[in-house]
């Protein structure tokens, strides 16, 4: 189906392991986005990729790494999961952004770091 | 950046016009607002967006004040599935990828009353 997709949807793992959450999107969008959500800070942007193999950090990079090999995908990994990650994660997508043009939501990947 | 301020919740019947204010008192010449709305457990969805005329789509209106110091998202008719958190942000014009390193904030929660 068309669209902007994540996996998995729900995630529990232990502090210091690695997780992987993959977003994928079938309109060929050069841009693509991850962002986490907590309570009382809204969302706030991680990583944006420009374009294949063009990534760069947004507010809170620190502890996950980003890659974008192929412009359908754009997986988010936590190298050692800490509990302070535990959050909501959601991937957008846009055609375009200057001018700002709209971004696309994923459903949202839930992460419980215990 | 430019902020913007948006009341924290308001409430609403069904089938009753909404208008959902934001004041973003220092946008710039070359900034766009942009409406997002996040329904719960699911991502944000594009609403409506404009520069300075006043914009109209299937989902909602945009009324943006003559010196674009505030605007209204205007929702005709609400519905039950409206209820959702609203955000307003601004987007510049041409900054690349960084655009989107402006959280969200914590946006209106609109409760709709049946």
């Known amino acids: 189906d068309a669209g902007i997709t994540q996996s998995p949807r729900y995630k529990i793992t232990e502090t210091g392991r690695q997780v992987t959450l993959m977003c994928h999107q079938t309109w060929s969008h050069s841009y693509m986005f991850w962002y986490r959500q907590d309570l009382g800070h809204g969302l706030r942007l991680i990583y944006y990729s420009a374009a294949a193999d063009i990534t760069d950090k947004g507010e809170v990079p620190d502890g996950y790494v980003v890659s974008r090999s192929k412009t359908e995908n754009f997986p988010l990994t936590l190298e050692s999961a800490t509990r302070s990650q535990t959050s909501v994660y959601f991937c957008a997508s846009s055609g375009r952004i200057s001018p700002p043009g709209e971004l696309f939501f994923g459903e949202g990947s839930r992460l419980t770091v215990l | 950046d430019a902020k913007t301020t948006q009341p924290n919740s308001m409430e609403s019947n069904e089938e009753e016009p909404v208008h959902l204010p934001c004041n973003h008192s220092t946008i710039s010449g070359t900034d766009y607002i942009h409406w997002y709305r996040q329904l719960p457990s699911q991502g944000p969805e594009y609403v409506i967006h404009?520069?300075?005329s006043n914009v109209n789509n299937r989902m909602a209106s945009l009324a943006i004040a003559e010196d674009r110091k505030s605007s209204t998202l205007i929702l005709h008719r609400a519905t039950l599935r409206d209820a959702a958190v609203y955000y307003c942000?601004?987007?510049?014009?041409?900054?690349?990828?960084?655009?989107?390193?402006?959280?969200f904030g914590k946006g209106t929660l609109l409760t709709v009353n049946p």
């Open positions: 404009g520069l300075t």
């Open positions: 942000i601004l987007l510049l014009g041409s900054s690349g990828g960084s655009n989107y390193k402006l959280t």
